[in-house]
């Protein structure tokens, strides 16, 4: 009977939760995770903040992120380019913003943290995809990354 009864009451809070409009995947208070591994699959180019072109990654390009607790690493292989793209820092998410600080890179990723200390992109995660989206000096979206979890 006990058990029965907490059969029943389990369903019941269920259903109000779900009448009430509650999902696990839109309530605010729960945050998404980039723990893991993500592989570039294309890049969004955006006019007026819309999604004008995909560019895909070409033959033999591969760009790779890491993430665990607090630290990122990645690295970007492009057969037409000699120089190697990698880099390594802390990063944090909060209210839907991604932060990444580089503590050391590839050469010319160094020139490029030289002069811009911390990369900051509006977070988009979509289940085991996620976009990193850089906004212009007047807050239009411009370009983005899109990532899926390969681990």
Known sequence: MNKQLFLLSGWVCLALLLMAGYSPSTDPSVSQSLQGVWEMEHQYMYENGEITDTMYNMHGYRQIKMYSGSKVMWSRFNPNDPNEWFGYGTYSIQDGWLEERLEYASGPMMEIVDTTQVFRFQLVIEGDRFRQV?????????????????E
Request: glycine residues 6%.
């Open 134 to 150: 850089a906004l212009d000096n007047n807050g239009q979206r411009y370009y983005s990354e899109n990532y899926r979890r390969i």
